[in-house]
């Protein structure tokens, strides 16, 4: 525990300050967490990350993470999603210049890798593009989410919520994390009034319900995809944490549903 608090303080102190500055700084920060997080999904499958698949892979969850039309003003406003299918087409090249070593399914995990990081990624930065109160909001219901299911799971737990998947985590510790997250939330509501526009207060709180749920799910996804690969962690990248998708695996899940509800 002591070295996660230490380790996790030190992330913070990385992740804040570029948080704060916004703009390309912080997307272009963001890019690279999207990259290693494909690069933790390519390891975790054992397959080379320095590969024609897997530094394409890389690169197009970069691109639909950094608004690319913002730069490089001749590309559409979708740019990110055209330059994100462009990678894709050349991935999916290596199906036809190496047909006998490399089939579509070869080809289906690092373009599936590449979009579940990088759409979670992308909604992050469009998200601290519509203001810094909605990326904190975001986190602080994760945190809480994650905080409230753990301490009260460890407290009074009892039902398994999903053994197969994560057998430590409970139906009481899930409950506890939705109750922890709407309080965190109701709390920085009140400070923060804006937060919550377009939508009236008592119904943006029904929304951090799933939010607080999605959170959970994406924990679980990643849960799912490392126990199907036999890792006990995606990455080792922050000591008493593992990688960058044990970190963002709530965050990946909560900012499209955010974007979805309309909140940026």
């Known amino acids: 525990m002591k070295e996660r608090i230490i380790w996790g303080a030190i992330a913070a102190l990385i992740f804040i300050p570029f948080l704060i500055m916004g703009n390309l700084p912080f997307q272009l920060f963001v890019g690279l967490l999207a990259m290693i997080g494909v690069s933790e999904m390519m390891k975790m499958k054992r397959l080379e990350i320095f590969s024609f698949e897997g530094v394409l892979a890389m690169l197009a969850a970069f691109v639909l993470t950094v608004p690319m039309d913002n730069y490089l003003t001749f590309l559409p406003i979708d740019g990110n999603l055209t330059c994100f299918a462009f990678i894709v087409f050349l991935i999916l090249a290596g199906t036809v210049l190496n047909s006998d070593r490399y089939s579509f399914d070869d080809a289906a995990f690092p373009i599936a890798s590449s979009l579940y990081v990088g759409i979670g990624f992308q909604n992050l930065v469009n998200a601290r593009m519509s203001g810094i109160d909605k990326v904190l909001l975001a986190l602080f219901i994760v945190w809480a989410t994650d905080m409230g299911a753990y301490f009260i799971g460890r407290q009074i737990g009892k039902r398994k919520l999903l053994e197969r998947v994560s057998p430590n985590k409970t139906i009481e510790g899930s409950l506890g994390g939705i109750a922890s997250a709407v309080v965190i939330a109701f709390v920085f509501m009140l400070v923060d009034k804006s937060v919550y526009a377009p939508h009236h207060f008592l119904v943006m709180l029904i929304f951090v ?31 008493g944490h593992g990688g960058i ?16 509800f309309g909140l940026f």
């Not at 990643?222 to 990248?237: A, N, P």
């Not at 970190?247 to 955010?258: C, G, N, Q």
């Open 209 to 239: 319900v799933f939010f607080s749920i999605f959170a959970q799910f994406g924990d679980l996804v990643e849960s799912s995809i490392k126990r199907h690969f036999g890792v006990k962690d995606s990455g080792k990248l922050i000591p």
């Open 245 to 260: 998708l044990d970190r963002f695996d709530s965050v990946i899940f909560v900012f499209p549903i955010m974007h979805l």
